[in-house]
């Protein structure tokens, strides 16, 4: 592995970790194994490192969509597993997903960086409301009735409960926040 990605990775770790005030280029030149100086010269500074961090997470996100979409799932499953992989950016209760956690400090990033998070938000809106426009054509959320209000309150409900777990370090908490949600896609809530 490269040393830039040795460095990205290294980087989203402490950001989902720690927050993006929570490590620094020397946390990462001890990571990494490498001299501060040679972080420089990949990311000349912390807003390049950021962006470079936002972009590999979007295009990430924008592969597992794709490979949802891919699959053979309905739209309930869909919107399952979407909870699901938010759930697993949780790890066991010590980590956010990389959004989440830049969020969090949202004056110390630059407008690059904010411009680059409030595009990962659209895109999984616009993704998210694509699919639960079919679940309710398919019955899989009778209740619903605006696709791009439910998209928003999904989104919300998934980065809200990883905070709570994170919070508490305990994944049970997000799952327990995230339960009437899935449960709906069962038709199983009341």
Request: hydrophobic share 40%; glycine share 8%.
């Amino acid at each position: 592995m490269d040393t830039k990605t040795q460095l990205l990775d290294a980087a989203e770790r402490a950001a989902r970790e720690r927050g993006y005030d929570g490590f620094s280029y020397a946390d990462l030149a001890a990571s990494v194994g490498i001299k501060k100086a040679s972080i420089h010269y990949h990311f000349p500074t912390k807003a390049d490192l950021a962006m470079a961090l936002v972009t590999r997470y979007r295009e990430a996100n924008q592969a597992f969509r794709d490979e949802v979409d891919g699959s053979a799932l309905d739209p309930g499953d869909k919107l399952s597993r979407y909870v699901a992989h938010y759930r697993q950016a949780l790890g066991e209760g010590g980590m956010l997903c990389l959004c989440v956690s830049l969020a969090l400090s949202p004056d110390r990033l630059s407008e690059q960086v904010r411009e680059s998070l409030n595009a990962f938000h659209g895109e999984s809106i616009d993704w998210l409301e694509a699919v639960i426009q079919d679940a309710i054509s398919l019955g899989n959320l009778p209740d619903a009735s605006d696709p791009r209000e439910e998209a928003s309150a999904l989104l919300a409900l998934v980065e809200g409960a990883q905070l709570h777990g994170r919070a508490s370090g305990r994944v049970e908490d997000f799952d327990r926040a995230t339960n009437l949600f899935v449960a709906r896609l069962r038709g199983k809530a009341h």
